[in-house]
């Protein structure tokens, strides 16, 4: 009786000190990523940032809204940022409600790109050790892509005209992406391009090209697209949206 009981005692103080062990772990791990969000603000804030919660910065540049999202990895992987670019008076590109800049989330972003193609111009993630002895490093590497990446976003699409002259071709009705839009929408199918491109062309008044890219959106056969149109169709004045 008493070999059960001690070994079913041993259990529970090996459950009581696992548990205890994760706890620490937990809180340690918090501890590094509180620092980690507070070095990232610093960071930052010369270029023009506000941290709007732990992991989101956000400013706007003219008629652009520019995202910044840190975001962790697994246990072998550090941190990483994610980059978007709107805007300013365009839907979100997620729920199509509006857009500002304290509430301004990544999916919000009609351009959003990874960090890796403005630091050694590869389409992927860069993740970065959040050691203490490596961050400074590490965030002023990625302090220097990203204002590098939205400096290329103000030349590149200025308040969205440029985006719609330079970006998005249209020859006898066949659309055509240049090669930065789409390093800015990869992550995107063909229905959110023609999607996007159609609300800003709506929102510079270009009403006959946004139709045109409206419709094009309609025949994408992105998975997305029939809870979307009726939206994207409000966003555009459209009354009566055809089913895609």
């Known amino acids: 009786g008493w070999r059960a009981t001690g070994y079913r005692r041993h259990r529970r103080c090996g459950s009581v000190a696992q548990a205890i062990g994760s706890r620490r772990s937990w809180m340690k791990n918090m501890t590094k990523r509180r620092g980690l969000q507070k070095r990232t603000a610093e960071a930052l804030q010369p270029l023009g940032f506000k941290a709007i919660s732990g992991t989101r910065f956000t400013r706007q540049v003219g008629e652009q809204l520019h995202f910044v999202g840190l975001q962790y990895g697994g246990s072998s992987r550090g941190f990483t940022f994610n980059l978007g670019c709107h805007f300013r008076g365009l839907p979100s590109m997620s729920d199509y409600q509006s857009v500002t800049l304290d509430d301004m989330e990544e999916l919000d972003s009609g351009l959003r790109c990874r960090i890796g193609n403005y630091i050694d111009d590869g389409f992927y993630d860069v993740w970065w050790d959040a050691n203490e002895a490596e961050l400074g490093g590490a965030l002023a590497q990625a302090s220097w892509a990203i204002e590098r990446a939205f400096d290329d976003c103000q030349a590149k699409w200025g308040d969205g005209k440029l985006l719609l002259q330079s970006h998005v071709k249209n020859r006898a009705g066949a659309f055509r992406w240049s090669r930065a839009f789409r390093r800015w929408t990869e992550f995107e199918g063909d ?24 419709e094009k959106a309609l025949l994408c056969k ?3 697209i029939v809870p979307h149109v009726p939206k994207i169709a409000a966003a555009l004045g459209i009354r009566k949206p055809r089913a895609g």
Do not use: E, T
């Not at 999607?195 to 709506?202: D, N, S, T």
């Open 191 to 214: 229905f959110s391009r023609f999607a996007f491109a159609a609300v800003l062309a709506h929102r510079h008044g270009d009403k006959v090209l946004a139709r045109a890219l409206y």
């Open 222 to 224: 992105d998975s997305i």
